[in-house]
């Protein structure tokens, strides 16, 4: 895990290859079995203050964001706590309403983007109480907030997150966890959240594995760089994954991607589809099975080719091509799900001869406004 970039192509396929371990290191010493919670010693938080927070407000840029986004709805589903994550850029530019009874979460891989630092900055002026999620140690954001978690992911390289997002999302079912189980959450539904994480690492070596053997995630690659547009697809957990798929696409390959929250697509971008235009949908095999396969009815019936993230193979008429990713608890399928989309812009940028770990006009960290 650390930042040599030993026989691998690029650092971006190394940082993938290295989640199982990554999620592991964010997950040690902090599983706590016997009370069916997480241990996060680091939160400077006692319970008493724990309990007291009405809600959760996440901030951060970029892939922070989106895994904020997924972080929202896990405390949403766990605690029971109403939670939101936004921007920061846009927070920092608005004039927010700073609550006494809120918890705010800054989420930062380098600890040091400008928008994210001022946000928190702002929020301490008015008397908010900051966690972060970061992964450098003793960055500026990881000292300026009042406790949190790191992720101990090791050094991300390359400008596109990849093990910091999943890493994210993880640290983010702990807190949700751990907020959980001082209010509602009971001890069964506590142990299904613990085993479902204790789960992640091997899946994700699952999915590595799989696509090492079959080569599917690259077939589709070869196919998508052939279009000019992408669109990415997903409801509930599978629109933030779907959000850091299209950013990860459009990143690193420079072809456009869009993502929509898949009820969205009658309101507008239904008008695109064609055979022209792919669609990567998101469709875990949840409560929301029907409602996502309808979606794929509706682009089918256009002609659109669709290229679905599913726990079970789609018949054809439905999907032209199937990713199968391995079955979690619902709540932590979403991070497995955005495994294949990092390989799918890998493979995508690759294929195209961009400059994978350093794409043109980006910074790994954005430390000006
Ligand atoms: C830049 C990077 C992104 C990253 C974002 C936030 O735009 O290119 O990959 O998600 O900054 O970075 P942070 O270090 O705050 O997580």
Redesign the pocket.
Known sequence: IGAEIGDHAHYLIKEIDEQPRAIERALRGRLNERFATAHLGGLNLSTREAREFRGVRIL?????CYAGDLGAQLIEDLARMPAASESASEFRYRNPVVEPDMLYVA???????AD?LAAVQELQRKGGRVIGIVNVVGSTIARQVDGGIYLHAGPEMS???TK?FTSTVSAFALLALHLGRIRDLSPTEGRRILDGLAALPGQIAEILEAERRTGAVVAVAGEIVQRRSVLFIGRRRGYPVAREGAQKLK?ISYIHAEAYASAELKHGPLALVSPDLPTVAVVPDDDLLDKNTSTLAEIRARRGPVIALAHRELPTDLADHTIVVPKNEPELDSILMSVPLQLLAYHAAVALGRDVDRPRN?????TVE
Do not use: D
């Open positions: 951060g840029c970029g892939s922070a989420v930062s891989q380098s600890g040091e983007t994210t400008v596109a997150a910091s990143e980006l910074a790994k960290s954005v």
